[in-house]
């Protein structure tokens, strides 16, 4: 069944109310927590991002202490803002002087109001609370709760919760804006209300649950503090490309060695090595990737060591290379260029081949033929040629 719509023509506005006004210094630091930088940035200026950045909101204003103005001047510069509110002596207080700012202005037809502590909320945790905000309908985003609760008294176990049915509710919480903004009124005389859903339940309107996240967790403690600005230095993973390239001529033979496969064919390819051009291509690409030189460099064809060496031995030490780096090998993609042998029948093994000395599933191995329509050195049957693209994640911190 339909619920009544917000508003039946245009997406609803939407506003938000960041609650930043808590004195909260148990994380550390001296500071309200809001105002604490993880990474690069202030915890306040992250969850401005995060709702000022959303294309569902469109009005965002935060609700401050009045001592914080410098503070907050700071968290938000760049953000065209309106004004901050004045908070309260409470949360509670902080959220109806937000909502009143609203109802000064054009005021919205929905409302989500978010804890500033909660700087990491996903944008689908943002739109699943909208998609659930109605006209006769609040939402929360919640989380189930997972470990056994029990009820204790000092350190004296006297029980155990049932945990069915009981939830972890997070922000932001949405409501349509008239009845929570009366619900806000209403309650002004009570304290004890610790969330804004718990003010709707009082004044008798509906929430509902939505799916919370892990990651939208409420910055408390100075551990909160630590674990995360550790994850934030962590250096993240970024991809590189390397492009390889090689001929190799024909010489009088038997067979010759195409990505690691041996192929009978009335002709050897001639190399120092045993002339494997799709794993030298495919080599030099990988080192490309790294910025880590050619295969010469790393192989010098002066050196006897390397005289009729099976190629493999060039592909292992690039992977190698790249994972002294710190690096994984994403994928790669060959093509080999010829007239003949025909690749279609080998391509399977080759690709598995090539795997294998690389140590990644075949499905990041990519492996293409092509002629040369009988144009050019492979087109006359002189030589084999081979390309390959290799990309790599490698630690943005990498040497
Ligand atoms: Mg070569």
Request: proline fraction near 7%; glycine fraction near 10%.
């Given at each position: 069944m339909a619920e009544p719509a917000l508003n039946a023509t245009d997406a609803p506005r939407v506003a938000a109310v960041i609650v930043?006004?808590?004195?909260?210094?148990?994380a550390g630091g001296g500071l309200p927590k809001q105002y604490r930088t993880i990474g690069d940035r202030m915890v306040l200026s992250r969850t401005v991002v995060a709702f000022a950045r959303h294309p569902r909101i469109d009005d965002v204003r935060v609700v401050i202490h009045p001592d914080d103005r410098v503070l907050y001047e700071a968290a938000v510069a760049g953000f065209d803002l309106p004004e901050p509110v004045p908070g309260g002596a409470t949360r509670q207080e902080s959220v109806r002087a937000g909502l009143?700012?609203?109802?000064?202005?054009?005021?919205?037809?929905?409302?989500?109001?978010?804890?500033?502590?909660?700087?990491f909320v996903p944008a689908a945790v943002i739109d699943r609370v909208i998609d659930a905000v109605d006209a006769t309908h609040g939402a929360i985003p919640a989380l189930p709760v997972s470990d056994t609760l029990k009820r204790a008294d000092g350190e004296?176990?006297?029980?155990?919760?049932?945990?069915?049915?009981?939830?972890?509710?997070?922000?932001?919480?949405?409501?349509?804006?008239?009845?929570?903004?009366?619900?806000?009124?209403?309650?002004?005389?009570?304290?004890?209300?610790?969330?804004?859903?718990?003010?709707?339940?009082?004044?008798?309107l509906a929430?509902?649950?939505?799916?919370?996240?892990?990651?939208?967790?409420?910055?408390?403690?100075?551990?909160?503090?630590?674990?995360?600005?550790?994850?934030?230095d962590a250096p993240r993973l970024e991809p590189r490309t390397g492009f390889g390239f090689d001929v190799h001529r024909f010489a009088p033979g038997?067979?010759?060695?195409?990505?690691?496969?041996?192929?009978?064919?009335?002709?050897?390819?001639?190399?120092?090595?045993?002339?494997?051009?799709?794993?030298?291509?495919?080599?030099?690409?990988?080192l490309g990737a790294i910025a880590d030189e050619d295969i010469g460099a790393h192989f010098p064809?002066?050196?006897?060591?390397?005289?009729?060496?099976?190629?493999?031995?060039?592909?292992?030490?690039?992977?190698?290379?790249?994972?002294?780096?710190?690096?994984?090998?994403?994928?790669?993609?060959?093509?080999?260029?010829?007239?003949?042998?025909?690749?279609?029948?080998?391509?399977?093994?080759?690709?598995?081949?090539?795997?294998?000395?690389?140590?990644?599933?075949n499905t990041r191995?990519?492996?293409?033929?092509?002629?040369?329509?009988?144009?050019?050195?492979?087109?006359?049957g002189e030589g084999i040629a081979a390309q390959a693209v290799a990309t790599v994640l490698l630690p943005s911190d990498a040497p």
């Amino acid at each position: 069944m339909a619920e009544p719509a917000l508003n039946a023509t245009d997406a609803p506005r939407v506003a938000a109310v960041i609650v930043a006004a808590g004195r909260g210094i148990r994380a550390g630091g001296g500071l309200p927590k809001q105002y604490r930088t993880i990474g690069d940035r202030m915890v306040l200026s992250r969850t401005v991002v995060a709702f000022a950045r959303h294309p569902r909101i469109d009005d965002v204003r935060v609700v401050i202490h009045p001592d914080d103005r410098v503070l907050y001047e700071a968290a938000v510069a760049g953000f065209d803002l309106p004004e901050p509110v004045p908070g309260g002596a409470t949360r509670q207080e902080s959220v109806r002087a937000g909502l009143e700012a609203l109802a000064a202005g054009t005021a919205p037809e929905a409302v989500l109001i978010h804890d500033a502590a909660r700087c990491f909320v996903p944008a689908a945790v943002i739109d699943r609370v909208i998609d659930a905000v109605d006209a006769t309908h609040g939402a929360i985003p919640a989380l189930p709760v997972s470990d056994t609760l029990k009820r204790a008294d000092g350190e004296r176990v006297r029980g155990t919760v049932a945990r069915a049915g009981l939830y972890r509710a997070q922000t932001p919480q949405g409501f349509p804006f008239a009845p929570i903004l009366a619900a806000h009124r209403a309650a002004a005389a009570r304290a004890g209300l610790t969330d804004d859903a718990a003010v709707a339940e009082a004044a008798g309107l509906a929430v509902r649950l939505v799916a919370g996240a892990e990651e939208n967790l409420k910055l408390t403690t100075e551990a909160d503090f630590a674990r995360l600005t550790r994850r934030m230095d962590a250096p993240r993973l970024e991809p590189r490309t390397g492009f390889g390239f090689d001929v190799h001529r024909f010489a009088p033979g038997d067979h010759l060695w195409l990505c690691g496969v041996r192929i009978a064919h009335p002709a050897t390819l001639k190399g120092h090595s045993d002339a494997d051009v799709a794993l030298h291509a495919l080599t030099d690409a990988l080192l490309g990737a790294i910025a880590d030189e050619d295969i010469g460099a790393h192989f010098p064809p002066s050196d006897p060591e390397w005289r009729g060496a099976p190629s493999h031995r060039f592909l292992t030490h690039a992977a190698r290379r790249v994972r002294e780096k710190g690096g994984e090998i994403a994928h790669c993609d060959i093509t080999i260029l010829c007239e003949a042998p025909r690749i279609g029948p080998h391509r399977a093994a080759m690709r598995a081949r090539v795997a294998g000395i690389l140590g990644i599933p075949n499905t990041r191995v990519s492996l293409k033929a092509t002629t040369t329509e009988g144009l050019g050195f492979t087109g006359r049957g002189e030589g084999i040629a081979a390309q390959a693209v290799a990309t790599v994640l490698l630690p943005s911190d990498a040497p």
